[in-house]
């Protein structure tokens, strides 16, 4: 992104690491030092999908931080697009999995709730996948509302339309291997955009994963770049200033095409 023409337009930030203590907000003691203790002691696997390597631990501190980060600038008054890899909405409290360690997106609302002015959080998670860690997460605080389409049947298995948070805080759009463009924008007019706005977010956080796009070689799904765009504007008309933050996408070509056409939105 950094070759585009409209790069010089972009505050580019380096971000900070999270803390472990800042993780003990969300995920237990025992997970942070497992994936700690797994990865100082040279690597090894933490789910069949979930390889660490002796310097994952440090990464996945800096990949989390830099979603914080991502709050700050939007109490500066400015969107943010985090760029940090590895992506965070399959991590449970307990358990990392599916190129998981730790739950950034979750962090960083729980984050956010804890800064002056900032009374209800949503999560709008597009990544193909369900972003199983995320709901496991914050579905018992009534602060955090969190949606997703996803592609059904696939991984994780979770994200049935039945599994409604403990407060009606969780909406779960299962869509079939095929769907593109025409019935995701029916969808999220319908039923997305409706569920973010009678919630009444002082922040709204997107889990912008790119593997929903139609050359991506994991899902069946067919969306095109134009598709995330479409959704990130019409989410920039509830909230002025959004935060977005990279999940999957697996088509470096796609992602790359995706990436840069969200982020002329927040310019
Ligand atoms: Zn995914």
């Given at each position: 992104m950094k070759s585009c023409e409209f790069s010089k337009n972009i505050n580019w930030k380096r971000p900070r690491f999270a803390t472990s203590l800042e993780l003990e907000w969300i995920h237990s003691k025992e997970h942070i030092e497992n994936v700690k203790s797994v990865s100082e002691s040279g690597g090894g696997y933490l789910d069949p999908d979930t390889p660490?390597?002796?310097?994952?631990?440090?990464?996945?501190?800096?990949?989390?931080?830099?979603?914080?980060?991502?709050?700050?600038?939007i109490l500066a008054?400015?969107?943010?697009?985090?760029?940090?890899?590895?992506?965070?909405?399959?991590?449970?409290?307990?358990?990392?999995?599916?190129?998981?360690?730790?739950s950034n997106a979750a962090l960083a609302a729980t984050y956010a709730l804890k800064q002056q002015g900032i009374k209800k959080v949503v999560i709008f998670d597009w990544d193909?996948?369900?972003?199983?860690?995320?709901?496991?997460?914050?579905?018992?605080?009534?602060?955090i509302a969190y949606c997703s389409i996803h592609q059904f049947p696939f991984y994780p298995g979770t994200g049935s339309q039945f599994e409604k948070g403990d407060h009606g805080n969780v909406l779960n759009i299962p869509v079939p291997?095929?769907?593109?463009?025409?019935?995701?924008?029916?969808i999220f007019d319908k039923q997305v955009l409706p569920f973010i706005q009678n919630f009444h977010p002082d922040l709204l956080i997107i889990s912008a994963g790119f593997d929903a796009h139609r050359n991506d070689p994991l899902a069946g799904i067919n969306l095109e770049a134009k598709d995330f765009a479409y959704m990130t504007k019409h989410c920039l008309e509830i909230q002025p200033n959004l935060l977005l933050?990279?999940?999957?996408?697996?088509?470096?070509?796609?992602?790359?095409?995706?990436?840069?056409?969200?982020?002329?939105?927040?310019?």
């Open positions: 660490v390597c002796p310097e994952s631990y440090d990464i996945a501190l800096k990949s989390a931080g830099a979603w914080l980060d991502g709050v700050d600038e008054g400015n969107s943010a697009l985090v760029l940090s890899r590895p992506p965070g909405h399959h991590a449970e409290a307990d358990r990392a999995m599916g190129f998981c360690l730790f193909v996948h369900h972003g199983n860690g995320t709901q496991h997460i914050v579905q018992s605080n009534p602060d291997s095929g769907y593109g463009s025409t019935e995701y924008r029916q933050g990279l999940e999957g996408g697996y088509d470096l070509g796609a992602l790359e095409e995706c990436v840069v056409g969200v982020a002329v939105c927040l310019l």
